[in-house]
């Protein structure tokens, strides 16, 4: 989306409300008094009867307001929003469309943090999760040990579908607070264990947020890099199928070193070991994940869904180099596959990367070790080659079963 640099009015007014909807400081009352457009949720609305401004609901779905923000841009208009627009709010997606200079944020005490002084702890420690419109599985990439959460939920990310995701991580015996209604009449409090909570159908009012601190032995979901490879689905016997080995697969993370904001692919991506393990580490950067074969799609699939990496690992099912053409240049990429058609794939992507950037390829056969070094030619190129083997029992007697050497090149892409 475009940014409007030239808004031609008054900067938008955007009041947080809280759990009293009236009690504003006096800034944002003069804002709301001079305001000629007031817009807001019902309820929201309903809070002000005194003001005589042109009031209009928020339309649905919400990505039409730009259209009424651009449709009254010389009026004086006022936001209304719940506790702090900035905190998982509606700022966002006005920062989307105008400058920071256009708008003008009037914060009140958010649902978390007012769930927080009902619990009396600080909540300066807690990471905070949206659920709110998001899949349920992106909790599973946040969940470690002994942690303190905050999650703004929906019906269908409810509390009880919360607590039913942490028994299956072995968070069962965590501990949940609901916090419904708050500032209302109808206002409740309740805490509750994980196992308890996954067992009983509870009802809870759809307006909840809720505070989780994990406990319990987890061990379900990695909390390190290295996931075990029997971790992953194969479609083969745990630990084996198209996957690049733990080992493997550690040294290509840190040759590929990921930064936050950055763009990836993992062309030839096979079960998603090196995709799924970058998205989950790298969480505030995009991994673009290609592979064309049936079987290793359903696979990539159900392992981006296991390890919660839905909101930042995009599968792209198609043959490189042709499914490469719609995705947006790199900052990483790497090349664990080509169907024979290596050198080509390495000219193309080699074109598409961005100044700075950083190319891993590997190779385990002999041709495709010829591809590596000549595409390499006189680059200053890193190459690393591993060989792992694994203890296994033969005949009742502990013996290492190497596998296949693997070949590591890497190449930076000077500006």
């Given at each position: ?44 609305l ?12 928020y ?17 004086s ?6 506790g ?69 939920t ?23 607070w ?6 209302s ?33 987890g ?71 290609v ?27 198609g ?22 058609n ?33 595409f ?40």
């Open positions: 989306m475009d940014l409007m640099f030239n808004w031609p009015g008054p900067p938008v007014q955007v009041i947080g409300t809280g759990m009293e909807p009236g009690v504003l400081g006096h800034a944002a009352r003069a804002a709301l008094a001079q305001a000629e457009l007031i817009m807001g949720a019902a309820a929201h309903a809070a002000f009867p005194e003001l005589t401004a042109e009031k209009r609901p339309p649905s779905p919400m990505n039409g307001l730009w259209d009424v923000l651009r449709a009254n841009a010389g009026r208009i006022a936001l209304l929003a719940s702090d627009p900035l905190f998982f709010g509606i700022g966002t997606t006005l920062l989307q469309h105008l400058l920071p200079e256009h708008l003008v944020f009037h914060p009140h005490v958010s649902s978390i943090q007012a769930a927080f002084a009902r619990l009396g702890r600080p909540w300066h420690q807690a990471q905070f999760v949206s659920l709110h419109g998001r899949p349920l599985a992106s909790l599973r990439a946040a969940l470690q040990s002994n942690r303190l959460y905050a999650l703004l929906d019906r269908d990310r409810s509390p009880l579908a919360i607590a039913r995701v942490l028994v299956e991580t072995g968070f069962g015996e965590s501990d949940l609901v916090a419904e209604e708050l500032g009449a109808k206002e409740r409090f309740r805490h509750f264990r994980a196992t308890e909570l996954a067992e009983v159908a509870t009802e809870f009012s759809p307006l909840n947020v809720v505070i989780l601190e994990t406990r319990g032995p061990g379900v979901l990695p909390e390190f890099p290295g996931i075990p490879d029997p971790w992953f689905s194969t479609g083969a016997e745990p630990g084996k199928g198209l996957l690049s080995k733990r080992e493997v697969r550690l040294t290509i993370l840190s040759l590929l070193a990921p930064r936050a904001g950055e763009i990836g692919w993992d062309v030839g991506a096979g079960c998603g070991g090196v995709a799924v393990e970058w998205a989950r580490w790298n969480p505030y950067g995009a991994v673009y994940a592979e064309c074969h049936p079987d290793r799609l359903e696979h990539l699939g159900i392992n981006r869904e296991r390890f919660g990496v839905v909101a930042n690992l995009h599968i792209v099912a043959r490189a180099p042709e499914a490469l053409t719609g995705l947006p240049d790199p900052h990483a990429v790497f090349i664990g596959g080509s169907s024979g290596l050198r080509d794939l390495l000219d193309m992507v080699w074109t598409r990367l961005r100044p700075g950037a950083r190319l891993v390829a590997s190779a385990v056969t002999e041709d495709s070790r010829v591809e590596l070094h000549s390499a030619g006189d680059r200053a190129a890193e190459w690393t080659e591993l060989s792992i083997a694994r203890g296994e029992r033969l005949a009742g007697q502990r013996v290492m079963r190497p596998s296949l050497p693997v070949l590591l090149m890497k190449l930076e892409k000077r500006a």
